[in-house]
């Protein structure tokens, strides 16, 4: 077998076990609903998306621009790409030339940001309102219940929804470190419930990584970002 061949049937073969562990986890709750694999590539090479193309994945998530914006331009629109790092305003530009999704923002000042950028490309760019899960704004995140007229979700949901050159699509959170991803993700379906009150149509649900997708598809994670399970242990911090 070629290096290509090694590299697709090791592909195929995470890929197979991270479906079976998100339909098993549906199963368990009782959904019937589909939950979406977005699969984090950041750190593989734009040759492991296209084989992830090929194997039928159609969602992709970066956390860097310098990395995404290279790979988006050498794979293009055979999958919809999703931004799901800390981003920062001067990049929107750039991020919003090839994502079809932003699952970060956490600010009013990063969605005016972002707004711009996807208007200067005449593109609408769907957007994920990110929820801080620990309340430290350092780790990235809105702040669910504050009245921060930059950092509370209300504020940044209501830049977002306001926006002609976004969309608000939902949430998206990321489980504490260190502590039980059970409690984060049941917090965070209840800031849903509540979101969903004044934004019924912003129904995704972003939550749940390699090591804990079965907790965020038990309290209703409509999309899974996952990245070591499917492409291998990444070598450096990304
Ligand atoms: C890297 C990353 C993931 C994937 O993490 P794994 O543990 O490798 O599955 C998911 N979400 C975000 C925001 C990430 O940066």
Sequence with gaps: ???DDTRRAELAANLARVRARIDAARTAAGRTDEVTLVAV?????????ALLADLGVTDV?????QEAAPKAAAIGGRVRWHFVGQLQRNKARSVTAYADVVQSVDSVRLAAALDRGAAGHGRVV???IQVSLDGDPERGGALPGSADPDRGLGPAAEAVAGAPALRLA???AVAPLGAPPDAAFAQLAEVAAAFH?????ATVLSA???DDLESAVSHGATHVRVGSALLGKRHYLG
């Design 61 to 65: 998530g970066e956390n860097r621009d």
């Design 41 to 49: 590539t950041k750190t593989y090479p734009a040759t492991d998306v």
């Design 208 to 210: 749940g990584m390699s």
């Design 126 to 128: 769907d957007v994920l």
């Design 197 to 201: 009150v004044d934004h019924p149509t």
């Design 1 to 3: 077998m070629s290096a």
């Design 170 to 172: 939902g949430l998206m």
